[in-house]
């Protein structure tokens, strides 16, 4: 594993990414604005990368105000590494849960964690009178993070637009649960400048950033390097490599290995290794890589 450590560190982050449109410096403001409207603010994260799928700059609007936090996509994320980041928000205090919003997974738990979360307000309304007041609440959370897909499964129908590639939901909208509860989604929303670029990276790979702003071929080659060091079980597995060939390569001769074991070839023997790099993406944004988490929890 050391020794796959230091061969990972040869090849360097790719070139800082940033991807910040008009619209979000305007649903900025428009968190901003809305904050005071609501008693809680659900943060959506991606338990695949549950550090780098945090906006920073959400603790400042949030301020003192309630919050929970979600690690989606959980059944694409290393179970041990989601159970880690649970232990490590409930010991800063922070409520947390992990979830997979497509399949439903983890939120039957999702709404008694906000009431236990509310239940100081909730008590000062009943003793007032106002026990029927609704429970409002914010969705918060970085492009393609599955916020739409959380809102449909609450709602129980297709409320909110639901595609996999970041910037769908441009539109604030409430939606009334059953309960008392009103969920209010916000767009997806990135922060002006990725102060470290393996954040930019990461955020990538899972299509948070869209896919022309990146050069593919160079993520996917990133992506494949960070694996071999990794997972690489995950890696040889699902791409029937025997651990001997990966022996010497370099990031580019991975890529065109992993085309060439799966027959993607055009005239003159060549890898399509544009094809290639759309494929390794692809797979491990929809989990048939293995259940992958590339931000290693906090230490203590």
Request: net charge positive.
């Amino acid at each position: 594993m050391e020794e796959q450590n230091q061969q990972m560190e040869t090849m360097a982050p790719i070139p800082a990414i940033q991807w910040f449109p008009g619209h979000m410096t305007k649903t900025r403001r428009l968190m901003e604005s809305r904050l005071k409207l609501v008693d809680l603010v659900v943060e959506l994260t991606d338990a695949r990368i549950p550090a780098s799928s945090r906006n920073p700059e959400i603790d400042r609007l949030v301020g003192q105000k309630p919050r929970v936090v979600l690690l989606n996509k959980c059944d694409s994320a290393d179970e041990a590494a989601t159970k880690a980041w649970l232990n490590w928000y409930a010991a800063q205090g922070i409520p947390a849960l992990a979830t997979d919003c497509r399949s439903g997974k983890g939120l039957k738990g999702f709404l008694p964690m906000v009431r236990q979360a509310l239940a100081p307000l909730l008590e000062r309304r009943a003793a007032k009178g106002m026990g029927g007041q609704p429970i409002r609440l914010m969705i918060v959370g970085v492009p393609n993070v599955g916020k739409s897909s959380l809102i449909n499964r609450l709602a129980g129908s297709k409320r909110a637009k639901v595609e996999d590639r970041p910037g769908v939901t441009r539109g604030q909208q409430w939606v009334t649960l059953e309960g008392g509860v009103e969920l209010l989604d916000m767009p997806g929303v990135l922060w002006p400048k990725f102060q470290d670029p393996e954040v930019g990276e990461k955020l990538a790979f899972t299509g948070a950033v869209k896919d022309d702003v990146v050069d593919l071929e160079l993520l996917a080659m990133r992506l494949l390097w960070i694996l071999r060091g990794r997972y690489q079980d995950l890696l040889t597995a699902r791409y029937k490599i025997k651990p001997e060939e990966l022996e010497g390569l370099e990031p580019y001769e991975l890529l065109c290995l992993v085309g060439r074991k799966r027959g993607m070839l055009i005239s003159g023997g060549e890898v399509n290794t544009e094809r290639a790099a759309i494929t390794v993406l692809d797979e491990f944004r929809s989990g048939k890589l293995g259940r992958i988490t590339l931000d290693p929890p906090p230490e203590g």
